[in-house]
Structure formats: structure tokens, C-alpha cells
């Protein structure tokens, strides 16, 4: 079954997350994805070390389905070795700031005139122009410039996810993105550039809350777990854990008003709509933590699921990996990697197609594993790979 990309040829310049991230996409769906890599290894290689040499988990998860090539654009020789590998190419991913780009040679202008069809995809912190376009960042600012970290943890204290959900979504964009050009390229046969940030992610994906803070002026402010806009909507201390409970919709509520055995409330105008449940959120909240003290984890998800309440329970790391459903769905694929004591479980494509679905074919490549079959492909010789390796081109 061949994937609905196969025969896209993608250079990944990225770095750390969102560029990887993007890339991994279209390799998941079938595009050969060739990942550029610096002499020594980039720095996303060793976040969160878990394997010989400081291989880390984060490189293994996004590195999958891709070649391995290292390079040093910067000098002349290696400069060739970019225009020969942009000639075979259907896309280039980058994750760095416009003068990076025009310094390497792999900025827009530079890549159509080596192949006119191009598409770059090309993220960054700010975007393109603005203000803030020579700025260089990472998650952690998308979280704090959105509002985001203003509206969570408690309100004395702007609080971040470290879950760099920032990077992840800006990926997401740059990949629907990429797809969308490649779809125009095959219609009209011309390339493009595919802009994405790591700014404009972070205030789309908090967007209803600007919304809000702007027709409203409420100043919103942290509440710790406890929801904005529904109640109960919050964390839950049981007898031997946590569990959390999402209640939105009178339907839902009324079920959950009555397994509380508190139909009164259902008469209660403060009660009335989810926004105005949210603004006594406190008070909801108290009964039902009320309610999970008295139980386990077990015995309280057992009765909001037979009330058809949407709960769950907070787990550990280890937790989501045991997780019965996680493994009936078959969600992690265990992939050997050289130097890592045990197989390393790495998350399958997160979308599934039923004719194409894509998926983990094989495991990241070693560092500059592949470069030598690569440049042979361009037509060098062994002698001159071997003097490109002395030089520390390759």
C-alpha cells in the first residue's frame, strides 16, 4: 500500500520541534523526508537523553521514517552540496529565523532560482515581517505572549504547559500548510512559500479567549483547574488518586445534577447555562469533590461513565503507556534504536486514512547515517565524499 506522498522528496532543515515535527508528517504519509543535520549532531538530537552519546527521546519520536544526512551549508562545498539535493527536491522545511535562511542559502528567492518550483516551508517565532520578525524563540514565548500562561495555574501566577503544545500545533499548520501547496503545485505547477509561527499558533489556538477579553473586558485570570466557561470542569482528589470530569451542555449537567442527587440545582438560575455554572464554579466544584472523596478512581469513573459523564483519570507517564485502550489501538509502535537499552515506544501517526493510512515504516537514522548513499545519488565519487568528510563538509 503506498502512502498518498510517496515520490515527494522533502529536505528537512528544522530544528528542534515545530520544522521535525512538520517533516515527520509528510514522512508518516509517505514522503522521503532527508533530514540536514549539523557535522555533529543538532541540538533536538539530544533532548531528553535516553541512548549512547546522549540519542534523546524527543529525536526519536521525530525522527522516524527519515534519512540522516549531515552538512555544513556555511562553507562553499557544502553550499553545492544544498543547490545539488534542492535540484531533486519537492519541499524544504525550516525552522529558523529569515537572515539564517538567506545566510545558508535556502531562503525563498535562493531556492526558486535554483528550482523554480520549490516549496519552502518556513516557521519561525514571529512570522515573516512585523516588529518582531528578526526575534528568535521557542515555545515558552507563544505561551506567554497568546495569554495563555496568564489564564492558567493560579492567578497569582502565570503558569506554562510543559507539554510545548506551541511547537506541536505551529507543526500541525506548517504541515496542512505544505499539503496545500503541494495539492496547487500539481494543478498549476508552481511552487510557493508555506509561512507559519510560532505567534500565530499560539493566539489561534487561544483565540476564544481574546475574543472574550475583547467584546467583554473581563480580565479573566487563572483558576488553577477549574474551567471558564462550564461546571464541574476540574481536577478531583479521590480516595487513592485524581480523576477529572468535563461537563458541558445541559443534558450532560442534568445527569450529573441527579447522580449528585442535587435536582434542586437543576431549578437553581445560577445554575442556568454553562457560563453562568463556570461563574460559580467554586461552589460546583466543592459538591463534587465531595462526591470523589468518598470513592476510588475505579469506583467513581465506573459511576460517571454509567451516567454517561465524560471523566477520566489523571495518570503518570507510565500510566499512559498501560493504558488498555492506548494498547488495543495498537497507539505506540515499539522500534529498536541502536545504543537504547530497550525497544522505544513511539507514538503512530495520530491520523489514520483507510486506504492510505500512513504510519512508522522505520526507526530515525543515525547520525549522517545515510549521507554517503545521498551524495552518492548526487553523483559524487567515493574519493570526493571522503575529502568532503576530511573537510568537515559532511
Known sequence: MTGVLEGVRVLDFGRHIAGPFCATMLADMGAEVIRIE???????????????????AG???LGRNKLGLTLNPMKPQGRDVVHKLVRTADVVVANLPLPALVSMGIDYENLKAIKPDIILTMISAFGIDGPYKERVGFDLLGQAMSGSMHVSGPADVPTRTNTPWVDYGTALFAAFGTLAAILERRKTGQGQ??????????????AAI???????QNGREGRGNLGMNSAPNDAY?????????????????????KLMGEPKWLEDPRFKTDQSRADHGEEISA???DWCRTRSNAQALEELEQARIPAGPVYTPQEALDDPHAQ???????????????????????????????????????????????????????????????????
Open 193 to 206: 512559500l508555506v509561512e507559519a509561527s510560532l505567534f500565530s499558533t499560539s493566539l489561534a489556538f487561544n
Open 328 to 394: 488495543a489501538r495498537e497507539l505506540f509502535k515499539s522500534l529498536e534504536y541502536p545504543g537504547v537499552p530497550r525497544p522505544v515506544p513511539l507514538v503512530d501517526t495520530p491520523v489514520r486514512l483507510s486506504h492510505n493510512p500512513g504510519g512508522i515504516r522505520k526507526r530515525a537514522p543515525l547520525l549522517g547515517e545515510n549521507t554517503d548513499a545521498l551524495l552518492a545519488e548526487l553523483g559524487y565519487a567515493t574519493e570526493e565524499i571522503a575529502a568532503l568528510r576530511k573537510a568537515r563538509v559532511v
Open 59 to 61: 529525536f526519536l519520536q
Open 287 to 289: 459538591r463534587m469533590s
Open 237 to 257: 482528589r479521590t480516595r487513592d488518586g485524581w480523576i477529572v470530569l468535563m461537563i458541558v451542555g445541559d443534558p450532560i449537567y442534568e445527569r450529573w445534577a
Open 210 to 216: 481574546l475574543i472574550d477579553q475583547h467584546v467583554l
Open 38 to 56: 549539523k557535522i555533529d549532531g543538532s541540538e533536538d538530537r539530544y533532548v531528553f537523553p535516553v541512548g549512547e552519546g546522549g540519542t534523546g
